[in-house]
């Protein structure tokens, strides 16, 4: 899904509300017109009664559906987005508008919550206990890689050291975003990692070249599943 396509569903959920209210002003119209003609024209009393009996209902209805429609607008135009919402302008940006950086940044201040005396310990993002949404874990996974693609030999060697569950939480997610080939590299990449085979310069060889194409699949994941996004808010969450 791109840019545009997310543009045009989240502008068509604004639109339905419009729709909505449009309907419901209809059937006010058209209430006050039986009204008034039930009023001018209408002599039998008992049939008089009936066409006031139903205008009213028929307005009631109207109001209710035209506040249905508002509501719904109102929360649509408030719904914050995780990536999205500019706490300056207090509304979100368009999707079109965001960059890696700033999905970069965003995430980096959630993994930050998982630090312990300064250290990040990347078993943490993925513990159970922790009520991490799953849409967030790809960005995790991508955003370790591009921490290591910028710093040392020494954090690299870290990663790996991990072993094989490292491997396989990241292979899964990463697969999960379609990106196989970088999954079963690292994947690979941790699993025949040892002290006695060290891999660790032809790893970061790997991940500093593809740096660039992490960071494309980390802003198309993103976009692409934007509206996860929304009203999320993980760090409430702990």
Same mark, same amino acid.
């Given at each position: 899904?791109?840019? =545009?396509?997310?543009?045009?569903?989240?502008?068509?959920?604004? =639109?339905?509300?419009?729709?909505?209210?449009?309907?419901?002003?209809?059937?006010?119209?058209?209430a006050i017109v039986l009204f008034c003609f039930a009023y001018t024209k209408i002599e039998p009393s008992l049939l008089q009664s009936f066409a006031f009996i139903f205008s009213g209902l028929l307005g009631a209805l109207g109001l209710f559906i035209m506040m249905v429609g508002i509501t #719904?607008? *109102?929360?649509?135009?408030?719904?914050?987005?995780?990536?999205?919402?500019?706490?300056?302008?207090?509304?979100?940006? =368009?999707?079109? =508008?965001?960059?890696?950086?700033?999905? *970069?940044?965003?995430?980096?201040?959630?993994?930050?919550?998982?630090?312990?005396? #300064?250290?990040?310990?990347?078993?943490?993002?993925?513990?159970?206990?922790?009520?991490?949404?799953?849409?967030?874990?790809?960005?995790?996974?991508?955003?370790?890689?591009?921490?290591?693609?910028? #710093?040392?030999?020494?954090?690299?060697?870290?990663?790996?050291?991990?072993?094989?569950?490292?491997?396989?939480?990241?292979?899964?997610?990463?697969?999960?975003? #379609?990106?196989?080939?970088?999954?079963?590299?690292? *994947?690979?990449?941790?699993?025949?990692?040892?002290?006695?085979?060290?891999?660790?310069?032809?790893?970061?060889?790997?991940?500093?070249?593809?740096?660039?194409?992490?960071?494309?699949?980390?802003?198309?994941?993103?976009?692409?599943?934007?509206?996860?996004?929304?009203?999320?808010?993980?760090?409430?969450?702990?």
């Amino acid at each position: 899904m791109n840019n =545009d396509q997310n543009n045009k569903k989240m502008q068509s959920l604004e =639109d339905l509300g419009y729709g909505i209210m449009r309907v419901g002003a209809v059937l006010i119209a058209v209430a006050i017109v039986l009204f008034c003609f039930a009023y001018t024209k209408i002599e039998p009393s008992l049939l008089q009664s009936f066409a006031f009996i139903f205008s009213g209902l028929l307005g009631a209805l109207g109001l209710f559906i035209m506040m249905v429609g508002i509501t #719904g607008v *109102r929360a649509e135009k408030n719904k914050t987005n995780f990536f999205l919402y500019d706490k300056k302008e207090k509304r979100n940006v =368009d999707p079109s =508008d965001l960059t890696v950086a700033e999905i *970069r940044k965003r995430i980096s201040e959630l993994m930050s919550t998982f630090k312990h005396k #300064g250290q990040l310990y990347i078993g943490d993002l993925f513990d159970e206990k922790r009520p991490i949404p799953e849409q967030f874990k790809p960005l995790f996974c991508y955003e370790v890689l591009c921490r290591i693609s910028e #710093g040392s030999r020494e954090k690299a060697e870290t990663f790996l050291s991990f072993g094989y569950e490292c491997a396989e939480v990241f292979s899964r997610y990463l697969s999960q975003n #379609g990106d196989y080939e970088l999954a079963l590299k690292v *994947r690979t990449f941790i699993s025949n990692y040892s002290s006695e085979n060290n891999n660790t310069d032809d790893f970061c060889s790997y991940i500093t070249s593809q740096k660039q194409h992490i960071e494309e699949k980390m802003l198309n994941y993103t976009i692409a599943n934007i509206e996860k996004f929304g009203s999320t808010n993980p760090q409430e969450k702990e």
